[in-house]
Nanobody, 121 residues
Framework: QVQLVESGGGLVQAGDSLRLSCAAS??????MGWFRQAPGKERVFVSG????????DYADSVKGRFTISRDNAKNTVYLQMGALKPEDTAVYYC????????????????WGQGTQVTVSS
């Protein structure tokens, strides 16, 4: 079993930066993903990282602006978000699954409760 708790969300202005954290308890040899869901829209992939941290993936919409990383000693995954845009506004969720990351939410076994990110123009 893995329990995930996100933190770091908030209200920022366009162009600002924000760092999300996802603290995991339980087994840590999992690939981790960040997803986001805007009101009335489906949950979509943002970024993923394998258990070693050596392999990462990003959605095209965030490439060059967001960076995912993990500190396995702290059982924590981070999402550093820069140059934020109003369209980045959403609830951000972290998720865990065995082996490699995928871009499909249904492939993930464990989810956090989400943290709200709101970017004003």
């Amino acid at each position: 079993q893995v329990q995930l708790v996100e933190s770091g969300g908030g209200l920022v202005q366009a162009g600002d930066s924000l760092r999300l954290s996802c603290a995991a308890s339980g087994r840590t040899f999992y690939a981790m993903g960040w997803f986001r869901q805007a009101p009335g829209k489906e949950r979509v992939f943002v970024s993923g990282i394998n258990w070693s941290g050596r392999s990462t993936d990003y959605a095209d919409s965030v490439k060059g602006r967001f960076t995912i990383s993990r500190d396995n000693a702290k059982n924590t995954v981070y999402l550093q978000m820069g140059a934020l845009k109003p369209e980045d506004t959403a609830v951000y969720y972290c998720a865990a699954r065995r082996l490699i990351t995928t871009m499909t939410a249904a492939d993930y076994d464990y989810w956090g409760q989400g943290t709200q990110v709101t970017v004003s123009s």
